[in-house]
C-alpha cells in the first residue's frame, strides 16, 4: 500500500512560529494516515515508555522497605535478609532499563521514517518552485538549511519522545507517591522545585534562541560563501583574488566566532543557576524528612526513600534542561527548512490537469505561439505580443540581438514562467491546462551553457531516460557523434566527467548533452544557441549531429550565428521582445532588412578572422 509523503507544513515567509506550532506540524508525521505500522509502534512505544516510568518510580519504594526491614528493632534483635525485597529491586531496576531500551528500538522506525517523509518533501517542493526562486537562491545557505532542518527534526523527536515526556510523567507520579505516603508538604516542595526550575530553564533558553539564530545566519552565509567561490574556482584564480575570497570567509567566520562564544558564556550562567535551585529543593526536603525521623514519625527507610526519589528526579531534571535547550535549538534550525516549504509554488498545475494529448490523427508536435506578452518584472516586458506557428514536423529558427527574448521563449515553452499575456498551444492544447510533467516529457533541449552531473558519462546520457539499457545509451551516443570518444577514454562510459562537466571540452559535453536528448526522444527539439560557445569546426561537426537528431520531429532554434539556421523552414527576427520579420533565409535576404544586415555583418567579421 502506498502512503503519501505527508501533510504540508505551513508557515508565512519571514513570520516567527512558536515552538508548539512547530510541533503540532509535526505531529501528523508521527501517526501518518493510513500507515498502520506506524499507528502500532507508536502505541507500543508509549507503552513501553509508561512501563519504564512504573518500574522507575517503584524502585526506591522496595529499596526503602529493604532498609527498614534491615534497620534492628532494638539492641541485639536478629535481622533476617528481605530476600524477596532485594530481588524485586533488582528485577525493577533492569525491568526499567530494559522498557526503556525497547521503548527506543520500537520508536527508531517511527523517528527515522518522519526525519525522511519531511526531508523528500521538502526535496519535492525545492523542485517544484518556478526558476525565478533558483536564479535568486544561494545554493551553499539552502542545502545547510535543509541538513539543519532534517537534523532538527530529528533531534526534537528523539528528545521530546525519550526525554521530556517521560521526565513529566516521572515527576507526575513521584509528587503523587510523596502526597500520599507522607503529606502535603513533601508533595508541593518538590514541584515547587521543580517548577521553578523549568520557569527559570524556558525563561533563560527563549532569551539564548535569539544567540542561536544568529549563529545560524553566520553560518549559513560562509557556507554560502565558500560554495560560491568554489564553483567559480576558475574566475577567482584569473583576478588572483584568492586574498578577497578568504578575506570574506574569514568575516563571516568571525561573526559566528562571537555568537558562539556568547552562547557558551550563557550556558554556563544557565547551567549554574539550575544546579542551585536543585540543590535548594534537595535540602529543603531533606531537611523536613530528617526533622520526621528524629520526631519518630518517619522511619530511616522513608527518609532513604524521599532522597532517593529527589536524586533519582535530579538526574532527567538536570538533563531536562539540556534537552529543552537541544530542542529549542532544533525548532530554531527547523525555521528556515519551514520557511522553503512555505515559499509559494509560482507555476502550479491545475488541480487534475490531464497529460499533454497526442492528435488522434497526423503527427505531433505543433507549436504555436498566439500574441504572447511576458515580463520578468511587472514594468519591464520582455516579449510584447510575440505569435508564430511551427508544424509538427517543421523547423523554426528565432534570431536577434542579444536581449531580444529569444532565450525567453525556451523557458515559456518549459513553463518555467507563466504568459502575462496570450498564451502557448502544443498540439492545440494549453500548456497551462496540462500537467508540466506531461509536457516538459515532450520537449527536449540541448543548452548553450551544458551541464552535466558529477557522475560518470554513462549516466549522464542515460538521464535523458533513466533506466535505459546499455545497448539505447551507446545508440544515441552513436547519433551524437560521441561513441568513438568514449570508447577511446581508459574507463569508456564509466569516466566521470567531474563537477559540472568540467573534465570535458565544450564540444565533447554538447555531445553528450545531444545524446541525452536524443535518448529522450521528444516530439520537440529546442536548440538554444547550442553551438555559440564552439569553434567553427567543432560547430559544424555538431550541426551534423543536431541534423541527425532533429529529422522528424518539430525543432525549434535559437541562434546567434545565422550560418546555422540557413536550413530553417521559417525564420523570425526578434528585436525588442517583437517579431520584426519573418521568412526563409532567401526571402529575408532579399528583403534587405534587419536580418540582411545581420548577415552582412557576421559574414564581414568571418572574412577578418579568416584573414587574421
Same mark, same amino acid.
Given at each position: 500500500?502506498?502512503?503519501?509523503?505527508?501533510?504540508?507544513?505551513?508557515?508565512?515567509?519571514?513570520?516567527?512560529?512558536?515552538?508548539?506550532?512547530?510541533?503540532?506540524?509535526?505531529?501528523?508525521?508521527?501517526?501518518?494516515?493510513?500507515?498502520?505500522?506506524?499507528?502500532?509502534?507508536?502505541?507500543?512505544?508509549?507503552?513501553?515508555?509508561?512501563?519504564?516510568?512504573?518500574?522507575?518510580?517503584?524502585?526506591?519504594?522496595?529499596?526503602?522497605?529493604?532498609?527498614?526491614?534491615?534497620?534492628?528493632?532494638?539492641?541485639?534483635?536478629?535481622?533476617?535478609?528481605?530476600?524477596?525485597?532485594?530481588?524485586?529491586?533488582?528485577?525493577?531496576?533492569?525491568?526499567?532499563?530494559?522498557?526503556?531500551?525497547?521503548?527506543?528500538?520500537?520508536?527508531?522506525?517511527?523517528?527515522?521514517?518522519?526525519?525522511?517523509?519531511?526531508?523528500?518533501?521538502?526535496?519535492?517542493?525545492?523542485?517544484?518552485?518556478?526558476?525565478?526562486?533558483?536564479?535568486?537562491?544561494?545554493?551553499?545557505?539552502?542545502?545547510?538549511?535543509?541538513?539543519?532542518?532534517?537534523?532538527?527534526?530529528?533531534?526534537?523527536?528523539?528528545?521530546?519522545?525519550?526525554?521530556?515526556?517521560?521526565?513529566?510523567?516521572?515527576?507526575?507520579?513521584?509528587?503523587?507517591?510523596?502526597?500520599?505516603?507522607?503529606?502535603?508538604?513533601?508533595?508541593?516542595?518538590?514541584?515547587?522545585?521543580?517548577?521553578?526550575?523549568?520557569?527559570?530553564?524556558?525563561?533563560?533558553?527563549?532569551?539564548?534562541?535569539?544567540?542561536?539564530?544568529?549563529?545560524?545566519?553566520?553560518?549559513?552565509?560562509?557556507?554560502?560563501?565558500?560554495?560560491?567561490?568554489?564553483?567559480?574556482?576558475?574566475?577567482?584564480?584569473?583576478?588572483?583574488?584568492?586574498?578577497?575570497?578568504?578575506?570574506?570567509?574569514?568575516?563571516?567566520?568571525?561573526?559566528?566566532?562571537?555568537?558562539?562564544?556568547?552562547?557558551?558564556?550563557?550556558?554556563?550562567?544557565?547551567?549554574?543557576?539550575?544546579?542551585?535551585?536543585?540543590?535548594?529543593?534537595?535540602?529543603?526536603?531533606?531537611?523536613?524528612?530528617?526533622?520526621?525521623?528524629?520526631?519518630?514519625?518517619?522511619?530511616?527507610?522513608?527518609?532513604?526513600?524521599?532522597?532517593?526519589?529527589?536524586?533519582?528526579?535530579?538526574?532527567?531534571?538536570?538533563?531536562?534542561?539540556?534537552?529543552?535547550?537541544?530542542?529549542?535549538?532544533?525548532?530554531?534550525?527547523?525555521?528556515?527548512?519551514?520557511?522553503?516549504?512555505?515559499?509559494?509554488?509560482?507555476?502550479?498545475?491545475?488541480?487534475?490537469?490531464?497529460?499533454?494529448?497526442?492528435?488522434?490523427?497526423?503527427?505531433?508536435?505543433?507549436?504555436?505561439?498566439?500574441?504572447?506578452?511576458?515580463?520578468?518584472?511587472?514594468?519591464?516586458?520582455?516579449?510584447?505580443?510575440?505569435?508564430?506557428?511551427?508544424?509538427?514536423?517543421?523547423?523554426?529558427?528565432?534570431?536577434?540581438?542579444?536581449?531580444?527574448?529569444?532565450?525567453?521563449?525556451?523557458?515559456?515553452?518549459?513553463?518555467?514562467?507563466?504568459?502575462?499575456?496570450?498564451?502557448?498551444?502544443?498540439?492545440?492544447?494549453?500548456?497551462?491546462?496540462?500537467?508540466?510533467?506531461?509536457?516538459?516529457?515532450?520537449?527536449?533541449?540541448?543548452?548553450?551553457?551544458?551541464?552535466?552531473?558529477?557522475?560518470?558519462?554513462?549516466?549522464? @546520457?542515460?538521464?535523458?531516460?533513466? #533506466?535505459?539499457?546499455? &545497448?539505447?545509451?551507446? %545508440? =544515441? !551516443?552513436? $547519433? *551524437? +557523434?560521441?561513441?568513438?570518444?568514449?570508447?577511446?577514454?581508459?574507463?569508456?562510459?564509466?569516466?566521470?566527467?567531474?563537477?559540472?562537466?568540467?573534465?570535458?571540452?565544450?564540444?565533447?559535453?554538447?555531445?553528450?548533452?545531444?545524446?541525452?536528448?536524443?535518448?529522450?526522444?521528444?516530439?520537440?527539439?529546442?536548440?538554444?544557441?547550442?553551438?555559440?560557445?564552439?569553434?567553427?569546426?567543432?560547430?559544424?561537426?555538431?550541426?551534423?549531429?543536431?541534423?541527425?537528431?532533429?529529422?522528424?520531429?518539430?525543432?525549434?532554434?535559437?541562434?546567434?550565428?545565422?550560418?546555422?539556421?540557413?536550413?530553417?523552414?521559417? @525564420?523570425?527576427?526578434?528585436?525588442? #521582445?517583437?517579431?520584426? &520579420?519573418?521568412?526563409? %533565409? =532567401? !526571402?529575408? $535576404? *532579399? +528583403?534587405?532588412?534587419?536580418?540582411?544586415?545581420?548577415?552582412?555583418?557576421?559574414?564581414?567579421?568571418?572574412?577578418?578572422?579568416?584573414?587574421?
Amino acid at each position: 500500500m502506498r502512503h503519501s509523503i505527508g501533510p504540508q507544513l505551513q508557515v508565512m515567509p519571514g513570520q516567527q512560529r512558536s515552538g508548539l506550532a512547530t510541533i503540532r506540524s509535526l505531529l501528523p508525521y508521527l501517526w501518518p494516515k493510513g500507515d498502520m505500522g506506524a499507528h502500532v509502534r507508536v502505541g507500543i512505544a508509549a507503552l513501553f515508555l509508561v512501563c519504564a516510568k512504573l518500574a522507575v518510580v517503584l524502585v526506591p519504594v522496595v529499596y526503602s522497605r529493604a532498609v527498614d526491614a534491615l534497620a534492628p528493632a532494638g539492641q541485639g534483635a536478629v535481622v533476617a535478609v528481605p530476600l524477596a525485597l532485594i530481588l524485586g529491586y533488582g528485577l525493577l531496576r533492569v525491568a526499567s532499563s530494559g522498557f526503556g531500551e525497547m521503548r527506543d528500538a520500537v520508536f527508531a522506525a517511527v523517528q527515522q521514517r518522519t526525519v525522511r517523509r519531511v526531508a523528500l518533501q521538502t526535496f519535492q517542493h525545492m523542485h517544484r518552485l518556478s526558476l525565478r526562486f533558483h536564479l535568486d537562491r544561494q545554493t551553499g545557505g539552502l542545502s545547510r538549511s535543509i541538513e539543519r532542518g532534517t537534523t532538527g527534526i530529528e533531534n526534537v523527536l528523539r528528545l521530546a519522545v525519550f526525554n521530556i515526556i517521560p521526565t513529566l510523567l516521572e515527576v507526575a507520579m513521584v509528587t503523587a507517591i510523596l502526597w500520599n505516603m507522607f503529606d502535603w508538604r513533601f508533595a508541593m516542595v518538590t514541584l515547587l522545585a521543580v517548577t521553578l526550575y523549568l520557569s527559570f530553564t524556558l525563561l533563560f533558553t527563549n532569551w539564548r534562541v535569539r544567540i542561536r539564530r544568529t549563529m545560524n545566519e553566520t553560518d549559513s552565509e560562509a557556507q554560502s560563501r565558500a560554495v560560491d567561490s568554489l564553483l567559480n574556482y576558475e574566475t577567482v584564480k584569473y583576478f588572483g583574488n584568492e586574498a578577497h575570497e578568504a578575506r570574506r570567509f574569514d568575516e563571516s567566520w568571525a561573526r559566528y566566532e562571537r555568537a558562539a562564544v556568547k552562547s557558551q558564556v550563557t550556558l554556563n550562567m544557565l547551567n549554574l543557576g539550575q544546579a542551585a535551585i536543585i540543590a535548594l529543593g534537595l535540602a529543603v526536603v531533606m531537611l523536613m524528612a530528617a526533622q520526621g525521623v528524629q520526631a519518630g514519625t518517619m522511619t530511616v527507610g522513608k527518609f532513604v526513600l524521599v532522597n532517593t526519589y529527589l536524586m533519582q528526579l535530579y538526574q532527567p531534571l538536570n538533563m531536562l534542561g539540556f534537552v529543552y535547550r537541544e530542542i529549542k535549538q532544533g525548532l530554531t534550525d527547523m525555521e528556515q527548512m519551514f520557511r522553503l516549504l512555505s515559499v509559494h509554488q509560482e507555476v502550479a498545475d491545475k488541480p487534475g490537469a490531464p497529460a499533454l494529448a497526442v492528435p488522434a490523427t497526423g503527427p505531433a508536435g505543433e507549436v504555436v505561439f498566439e500574441d504572447v506578452r511576458f515580463g520578468y518584472q511587472a514594468e519591464r516586458g520582455i516579449l510584447k505580443g510575440v505569435s508564430f506557428r511551427v508544424p509538427a514536423g517543421g523547423s523554426l529558427a528565432i534570431v536577434g540581438p542579444t536581449g531580444a527574448g529569444k532565450s525567453t521563449i525556451n523557458r515559456l515553452l518549459f513553463r518555467f514562467y507563466d504568459v502575462t499575456g496570450g498564451r502557448i498551444l502544443i498540439d492545440g492544447q494549453d500548456i497551462r491546462a496540462i500537467s508540466q510533467d506531461s509536457l516538459r516529457a515532450a520537449i527536449g533541449v540541448v543548452p548553450q551553457d551544458t551541464v552535466l552531473f558529477n557522475d560518470t558519462i554513462r549516466y549522464n @546520457i542515460a538521464y535523458g531516460r533513466p #533506466g535505459a539499457t546499455q &545497448e539505447q545509451i551507446e %545508440h =544515441a !551516443a552513436r $547519433l *551524437a +557523434q560521441v561513441h568513438d570518444f568514449v570508447l577511446r577514454l581508459p574507463e569508456g562510459y564509466d569516466t566521470r566527467v567531474g563537477e559540472r562537466g568540467l573534465k570535458l571540452s565544450g564540444g565533447e559535453k554538447q555531445r553528450v548533452a545531444i545524446a541525452r536528448t536524443i535518448l529522450k526522444d521528444p516530439r520537440i527539439l529546442v536548440l538554444d544557441e547550442a553551438t555559440s560557445a564552439l569553434d567553427t569546426r567543432t560547430e559544424q561537426e555538431i550541426q551534423s549531429a543536431l541534423r541527425a537528431v532533429a529529422r522528424h520531429r518539430t525543432s525549434i532554434t535559437i541562434a546567434h550565428r545565422l550560418s546555422t539556421v540557413v536550413e530553417a523552414d521559417q @525564420i523570425i527576427v526578434l528585436d525588442h #521582445g517583437l517579431v520584426v &520579420e519573418r521568412g526563409t %533565409h =532567401a !526571402a529575408l $535576404l *532579399a +528583403q534587405g532588412g534587419v536580418y540582411a544586415r545581420m548577415w552582412a555583418m557576421q559574414a564581414e567579421q568571418q572574412e577578418e578572422a579568416a584573414a587574421a
